[in-house]
Nanobody, 117 residues
Framework: QVQLVESGGGLVQPGGSLRLSCAAS????????MGWYRQAPGKQRELVAT???????NYADAVKGRFTISRANANNRVYLQMNNLKPEDTAVYYC???????????WGQGTQVTVSS
């Protein structure tokens, strides 16, 4: 059974940084595209970033140049380094695993990120 567990959220001031971590279990990690999504109150869930096993990455325009996704294939983890955080980055951040061969998806439980002074 696929399980994703996020950690690293919290409260940070504007301009600060946070690093989110997602630990995956129950999967062959290399078969999955890993990603981060977020959902702010009253808004739809949106893509933040994705990363393939081969290292290809994709970012939402709103986070380009500020966020970096990376994956450690040896220990089944994916990270999201978030710098220069803005109040509009406030949301619940979800880890996502998408099976490369049929696009079946699994979600983590989410971790809250709040950017406020």
């Amino acid at each position: 059974q696929v399980q994703l567990v996020e950690s690293g959220g919290g409260l940070v001031q504007p301009g600060g940084s946070l690093r989110l971590s997602c630990a995956a279990s129950g999967i062959r990690f290399s078969d999955y595209v890993m990603g981060w999504y977020r959902q702010a109150p009253g808004k739809q869930r949106e893509l933040v970033a994705t990363a393939t096993t081969s290292g290809n990455t994709n970012y939402a325009d709103a986070v380009k140049g500020r966020f970096t996704i990376s994956r450690a294939n040896a220990n089944n983890r994916v990270y999201l380094q978030m710098n220069n955080l803005k109040p509009e980055d406030t949301a619940v951040y979800y880890c996502n695993a998408r099976y490369f061969y049929n696009n079946a998806q699994t979600w983590g439980q989410g971790t809250q990120v709040t950017v406020s002074s």
